[in-house]
């Protein structure tokens, strides 16, 4: 094969890559994966121009597949002018969450922050780790992200499958430690492209992912290009609700901050008062994602006046959104709106018993100070209150 900067027609063997600078990173004697490394190759010769490969299996390769150098240096920037495009795109079009590929270091975060900020862009962002040095700086990519993804194709193609398994506990491990959500993606249910029902295997690996602590788990070609795209959605959800009968709930992790200490208090409380539910009321989506971070046996209903903040806790563990009405400042009210709701569309019965976390200032991000204990005497005071 011959991967060049630009594709030669006349020869059925001529590859052409989006970033033409690559060719010139890359050295005699390094691997070129295509695919998620499912055909691999060797360089055995460079020109300024392309680069010469040997192949070290045989394989099928269709068009815009993933490419893995997986050891060259690679100085190039996670964000493209294509990327750029894709941004102003999801500004224009109230996107939810942005996932950012081939994530190297925080900076590639703070790159894609400004731009978003010049489109008024304030998306939750998920960094994919797909390569080494996404692994190195897994801590500082955290720090600027909203959440992590398991890009496991990738990442895979990078290392090598037999380490992949430990990599993706790792990962998870620290993002569930850090407070950030953890998508754990590629090969989920892979057989099911072409056929009805799962192998073992992928049912176990689906399983262990659960176990890991992600927070959600993907589909890609299987839903994509599929044939039994719903009957893979099944399998997923059936395998995980079965699973979690049997779930290591209670994770310890030492407190960052304050509030972080107040949702430990309310899931040891929840805990051992044996109470059904927990209630953040929550702006940003945080009191959601720390009660979470602790593994409740509990639901967690999480009470947000944002719109946004209430898609974006749909991917975090246990948390069940709910939208109330306008933002309140006043926390007895806020209580008042959200158990009118909660009984009136009989999301819990008159007789339920739940913790909720609150600030002293209602609506006010990072401000959870307080936990209420409520249950049917106490919700029956709350609709009594006045204002």
């Known amino acids: 094969l011959t991967l060049a900067k630009e594709k030669d027609p006349k020869d059925p063997y001529s590859l052409s890559l989006s970033y033409k600078e690559i060719i010139d990173m890359v050295n005699i004697g390094e691997e070129v994966f295509f695919a998620d490394g499912t055909l691999q190759t060797v360089v055995i010769d460079k020109d300024e121009n392309s680069l010469k490969l040997k192949l070290l299996n045989s394989g099928e390769l269709t068009s815009h597949k993933g490419v893995n150098f997986p050891k060259t240096k690679l100085n190039i920037s996670a964000i493209t002018q294509k990327d750029e495009q894709d941004l102003e795109f999801g500004a224009n079009n109230d996107i939810d969450i942005v996932a950012l590929s081939f994530v190297q270091s925080a900076k590639d975060i ?30 500082e990519i955290l720090e600027q ?10 990442l895979g193609a990078e290392f090598g499958v037999t380490k992949l398994p430990r990599m993706q506990k790792h990962i998870i491990e620290v993002a569930n430690e850090m407070t950030k ?35 959600a788990v993907m589909l890609s070609d299987e839903t994509t290009i599929g044939k039994y795209p719903l009957q893979a959605v099944e399998v997923l959800h059936d395998t995980i609700k079965d699973v979690e009968k049997d779930y290591p709930f209670f994770k310890e992790y030492k407190p960052h901050n304050s509030s972080d200490a107040v949702s430990k208090s309310a899931v040891e409380l929840a805990k051992n008062l044996h109470k059904e539910s927990l209630v953040p009321f929550t ?18 209903y999480a009470v947000s006046h944002s719109l946004k903040t209430h898609r974006r806790l749909s991917l ?20 008042y709106n959200f158990v009118k709701k909660i009984l009136e569309e ?31 005497e106490g919700m029956e005071a709350v609709l009594k209150s006045e204002f």
């Open 283 to 300: 702006t940003s989506g945080n009191s959601a994602l720390t009660l979470s971070k602790y593994r409740p046996r509990q639901s967690i």
């Open 316 to 335: 975090v563990w246990g948390v069940r959104p709910l939208l109330v009405m306008e933002p309140v400042q006043n926390p007895t009210k806020l209580l």
């Open 145 to 154: 992200s909203h959440g992590v993804m398991v890009a496991r194709g990738d």
């Open 110 to 139: 703070i790159k894609a922050k400004h731009i978003m900020a010049r489109h008024n862009f304030d998306p939750f962002i998920v960094a994919k780790i797909e390569t080494g040095e996404a692994i190195d700086n897994l801590r």
């Open 181 to 215: 959500p953890a998508i754990t993606a590629t090969q989920m249910l892979t057989s099911m492209k072409d056929n009805p029902f799962p192998t073992r295997a992928e049912v176990s690996d689906i399983a262990n992912a659960v176990y890991d602590g992600t927070d």
């Open 346 to 376: 009989k999301r819990i019965s008159p007789d339920s018993k739940f913790i909720v976390t609150i600030g002293s200032t209602a609506g006010e991000s990072g401000s959870t100070n307080l936990i209420r204990i409520l249950n049917k």
